[in-house]
């Protein structure tokens, strides 16, 4: 279906198919209450979460891409010498095979397609098995919208099945994928053959570098939202801190008091700042075998539930201190509200301490000293550096990871880089 509505969708104009994007954001957005309801029902997550961050989200990347798409342009050379000028043009790809994860769904599904159809690709996508109640929604809504048939097709089932026969497709000439880099291996293996293009966001194991010059009204709140916002389930969330040794306990005494201000329960209740997990597993247990010291949270504290809730896969934010850096805490992506603070004493430590994973996706900085931000940045092997803040995002400007945290970039231009393919055509001034 995907391939017979590429020739027609493909021809239209970047105005008509950014008119239907625009449709299709009205239409998400005049039920963003429904989406909500579903994807906190579906995933665990906070309704609060849901309705402030995952729909409005879905809604603005269909609005971006719709104005993006108006706005790209090609390049123009000229050779006066030989006569001849020189310009690119950019044709989409074909059928794109688009793959998302569990955590924010229709959030990163539309990030996903947005793109995609606004290039004048066609796509068949594949969410998560765990989460796919908020894209089934979606569908309903594609030919109001106005999207042609054939142009959006989802396919719901199992990565092993579903989403394998998608990468060793022959007829989709580009994956874009989101989610665990063992995932994206076996992605990675399937699609050679082909010589697919890829997308890959992948993993983190995000360092927060805390200096003793750094602004702790600001950092404390800012450092409890990245490393527990979501549930801790989002590939930007903090799991290591380094804090440098002068303030080192002063951090954890006020760090570890407003961890425990958080409240956990059920999803549905406005007043909740934790929901439930997606799966049981727990690294507490493996931490504490390695004789780190659990400060608050799993095993420490009492969590108490809703009678409904209590068979449920709930966790109260945990801080660990005294974990070794070779830990499975330290080096393992976590994707839960889990989060260890460990000691630093020098710049150049730390630096070297942050870059000791196989990951590379986020970091943070705090320090009032401009010159060290700079020099710090400069040097983490990551491929997004925040400095005094968390998650500011200009979807204009590229997003993606160094080492096993990606390959390849999303954003406005950078999307656009894997979902087209470049035409260099030379035209003689003259006639000959």
């Given at each position: ?120 690709n066609t796509v068949v996508a594949k969410p998560s098995e765990m989460t796919s109640v908020t894209a089934w929604m979606m569908c309903k809504l594609l030919e109001k919208a106005g999207v042609p048939h054939g142009v959006v097709n ?62 702790l009204a600001q950092c404390i709140p800012t450092t409890l939202r990245s490393s527990f916002a979501n549930q801790g389930e989002i590939c930007l969330c903090t799991s290591r801190i380094f804090v440098q040794r002068g303030i080192y ?184």
């Amino acid at each position: 279906a995907a391939k017979n509505a590429f020739p027609i969708w493909s021809s239209k104009s970047p105005l008509e198919r950014s008119q239907i994007l625009n449709k299709l954001a009205d239409l998400i957005e005049h039920d963003l209450e429904a989406f909500a309801q579903a994807e906190s029902k579906d995933q665990g997550k906070t309704i609060t979460f849901a309705r402030t961050v995952d729909i409005p989200r879905a809604v603005y990347n269909f609005r971006f891409f719709a104005s993006s798409i108006l706005h790209h342009t090609t390049e123009c050379t000229e050779m006066a010498t030989m006569g001849c000028v020189h310009y690119t043009s950019r044709a989409p790809v074909g059928v794109a095979g688009l793959i998302s994860p569990w955590n924010l769904p229709l959030y990163l599904l539309t990030w996903k397609i947005a793109p995609a159809i606004a290039c004048g690709n066609t796509v068949v996508a594949k969410p998560s098995e765990m989460t796919s109640v908020t894209a089934w929604m979606m569908c309903k809504l594609l030919e109001k919208a106005g999207v042609p048939h054939g142009v959006v097709n989802v396919v719901f089932g199992m990565g092993t099945k579903a989403g394998e026969a998608l990468v060793c497709h022959p007829d989709v000439p580009l994956i874009s994928f989101t989610g665990s880099t063992l995932t994206a291996q076996r992605i990675t293996e399937k699609s050679a053959p082909h010589c697919k293009r890829l997308s890959l966001e992948l993993g983190g194991k995000n360092p927060a570098i805390i200096f003793d010059d750094a602004d702790l009204a600001q950092c404390i709140p800012t450092t409890l939202r990245s490393s527990f916002a979501n549930q801790g389930e989002i590939c930007l969330c903090t799991s290591r801190i380094f804090v440098q040794r002068g303030i080192y306990s002063e951090f954890l005494k006020r760090f570890v008091a407003e961890a425990k201000k958080w409240k956990v329960g059920n999803p549905s209740d406005p007043t909740v700042d934790v929901g439930a997990l997606i799966s049981k597993e727990s690294y507490v247990k493996k931490a504490q075998a390695e004789g780190a010291r659990v400060l608050c949270g799993e095993g420490v504290d009492s969590l108490a539930l809703p009678a409904g809730n209590r068979k449920g896969y709930f966790m109260l934010p945990t801080v660990i201190a005294e974990v070794k850096d070779e830990s499975c805490c330290m080096q393992e992506e976590i994707f839960g509200p889990v989060t260890c603070v460990v000691a630093f004493d020098t710049e150049e430590e730390v630096i070297e301490r942050a870059n000791s994973v196989k990951y590379g996706l986020a970091a943070t900085v705090w320090s009032s000293n401009v010159g060290r931000v700079h020099r710090v940045a400069k040097r983490l092997q990551s491929g997004l550096v925040w400095t005094n803040c968390w998650l500011v995002r200009d979807l204009n400007l590229p997003f993606g990871g160094m080492k096993a945290s990606g390959v390849g970039r999303e954003g406005a231009k950078d999307s656009y880089e894997v979902l087209v393919s470049h035409k260099l055509l030379h035209i003689p001034q003259k006639e000959k």
